[in-house]
């Protein structure tokens, strides 16, 4: 199942807007959010971003069947070792 982006821009606004900040800024910083966001799920391999023909983003989840974020980020972005010690996800 999808969610529109809209609906996750809307529960940040609204999480800003009861933290204090005005509704200009907070409609602005929930967009930049929720952009971003979808974009680093979509290149880690979380989630899938679509589009529709009037133009409204969807951001999917690929792994319905985990609910621990933690046990998915270890099985789909194992950790990686380095020289000189440094641990790193790809």
């Known amino acids: 199942e999808s969610t529109d982006l809209?609906?996750?821009?809307n529960i940040l606004k609204e999480n800003s807007l009861n933290?204090?900040?005005?509704?200009?800024?907070a409609e602005s910083e929930a967009q930049v959010t929720a952009l971003i966001s979808s974009l680093f799920l979509t290149h880690r391999g979380y989630a899938?971003?679509?589009?529709d023909s009037d133009?409204?983003?969807?951001?999917?989840?690929?792994h319905l069947d985990?609910?621990?974020?933690?046990?998915?980020?270890n099985r789909i972005n194992p950790k990686s070792k380095l020289?000189?010690?440094i641990i790193?996800?790809?």
Do not use: A, M, R, W
């Open 6 to 9: 809209s609906e996750i821009v």
């Open 19 to 25: 933290s204090g900040i005005g509704l200009e800024e």
């Open 48 to 51: 899938e971003v679509s589009q």
């Open 55 to 62: 133009g409204n983003i969807s951001l999917k989840n690929l």
């Open 66 to 73: 985990d609910d621990d974020f933690s046990t998915l980020t």
């Open 83 to 85: 020289p000189g010690g």
């Open 88 to 90: 790193f996800n790809e």
